[in-house]
């Protein structure tokens, strides 16, 4: 046999034996991405069967298809998450995780898009940064944000789908402070109180007073307290059944305003929140003067629903 049909021979052996080696690496792929797929439809179905009623381990585990053992990881790791809940009788049933992520998905879904034109509105009328921020999980975090271009030359430090702090800040201190006790006092049981500014709520003390006076008032500010020169005025926005899922709030540098000249702008801001909230289905009561004793319109101030409407009538 000549040396070329040898090496020809070889090589076609040698492709063979790689076409094989592949095949073999793409069955224990497949085998892998199934038995992971698998894995997952059994904790989905382990979920869904939580809701439905308590689940004991050996249930867990007969779910799963695994060992008791393996199926007790697994449910420690739903439960850190909070998918699910451990019971006193030792069972496992739907975890407040879960319920939150879908309240969240349904108020959230429509949220940015409902209040874009009203932020921006706000943003044209008072001149300052705008923001959006909602509570997600344990943090709050912005979802939308209008530059001002006063800010050029120096940039705020927020950014959408960033985390701001929850007690030194406007828009973190009132969601904070509408939230059901139970519920703010499992989250600031994780907050480790830190002075960042001489104007920092840095106890609990000190900040639950704070927070009483933002119910009082229905707005809050942030003088410095994470960022000594930047300040900031928040108004709740609210959900279908009034509670409260959002802040907006209008920010500027010291130098630019300070907190005084803000507050001017809080009527204009409450007016901003209420008409994102009547867009999530909240019905307001009747307008009063409380919280804002020292925050009136001044004679001739426009408000949102005067600015939507010239520009309505300029793209008529």
């Avoid at 697994?74 to 699910?84: D, G, H, M, W, Y």
């Avoid at 307290?225 to 899922?245: I, N, Q, T």
């Avoid at 009547?278 to 101030?301: F, I, K, M, V």
Wanted: glycine residues 6%; contains cysteine; hydrophobic residues 40%.
């Amino acid at each position: 046999m000549c040396n070329a049909v040898k090496w020809r021979l070889h090589v076609e052996r040698t492709n063979i034996a790689h076409v094989a080696i592949s095949a073999a690496a793409g069955r224990r792929r497949a085998r892998g991405d199934f038995a992971l797929s698998q894995s997952i439809r059994r904790a989905i179905d382990l979920i869904r069967r939580s809701a439905e009623h308590p689940l004991s381990l050996t249930e867990a585990a007969d779910v799963l298809g695994v060992h008791k053992s393996t199926a007790l990881r697994i449910l420690q790791t739903l439960e850190s998450a909070r998918f699910v809940r451990r019971t006193g009788a030792g069972t496992y049933v739907l975890g407040s995780g879960l319920i939150e992520l879908s309240e969240l998905a349904l108020g959230s879904m429509d949220l940015r898009q409902f209040a874009a034109t009203h932020l921006r509105v706000l943003q044209r009328e008072t001149g300052h940064t705008v923001h959006l921020a909602q509570l997600t999980g344990d943090e709050i975090i912005y979802i939308d944000k209008v530059d001002s271009p006063a800010f050029d030359a120096v940039k705020l430090p927020s950014r959408v789908g960033r985390a701001v702090s929850i007690y030194a800040s406007a828009v973190g201190k009132t969601i904070l402070a509408y939230l059901p006790t139970e519920e703010r006092d499992r989250l600031l049981s994780h907050v480790s109180f830190e002075r960042f500014t001489d104007t920092t709520f840095a106890d609990r003390d000190s900040l639950e007073a704070e927070l009483a006076r933002i119910r009082e008032h229905g707005w809050a500010t942030d003088n410095g307290e994470h960022d000594a020169y930047v300040m900031c005025v928040a108004a709740p926005v609210r959900d279908s059944r009034g509670r409260v899922m959002a802040a907006a709030s209008i920010t500027a540098i010291e130098v630019i305003s300070n907190l005084d000249e803000l507050k001017s702008s809080l009527p204009l801001l409450l007016e901003t929140a209420n008409r994102i909230s009547h867009e999530l289905g909240y019905t307001p009561p009747p307008p009063t003067d409380r919280g804002l004793s020292d925050a009136r319109r001044p004679a001739g101030q426009r408000t949102p629903a005067d600015v939507r409407t010239e520009s309505m009538d300029l793209n008529a």
